[in-house]
């Protein structure tokens, strides 16, 4: 009994095939927030494209002003920039205001 020949493209996927699964695999995946600076820290990751540093961000939401985070996550995100990960930014934004802050409040008695 002869062989069927396979055709040779489908075995393969094409590249936006695969992009697709993964982009599918990475936006399924539920976070369960039981307080509001859970939520907020797992959606300033999602804006900064970071989902791998979930935990920092609800950390840093847990203990920094919003005012703060909301300025330097404007910043980063607003940044031009050819990588989409704008975790880097941020955290050094934040520094950067967290030391604003303290000198003003220093400054003023």
Not at 24 to 29: A, H, N, R, W, Y
Not at 52 to 78: D, P, S, T, V, W
Request: glycine letters at 4%.
């Amino acid at each position: 009994m002869p062989r069927k020949k396979k055709d040779a493209s489908a075995s393969f996927e094409t590249i936006e095939q695969i992009l697709e699964k993964k982009r599918k695999k990475f936006t399924s995946q539920r976070v369960y927030a039981h307080h509001e600076f859970q939520d907020y820290g797992v959606w300033l990751s999602q804006q900064l494209h970071d989902s791998r540093h979930k935990g920092l961000y609800i950390k840093l939401a847990k203990e920094k002003l919003r005012n703060l985070l909301q300025e330097a996550m404007i910043f980063a995100i607003g940044y031009n920039t050819k990588s989409p990960n704008r975790g880097k930014l941020f955290m050094w934004k934040l520094k950067e205001l967290e030391k604003e802050t303290k000198d003003n409040s220093q400054k003023s008695p």
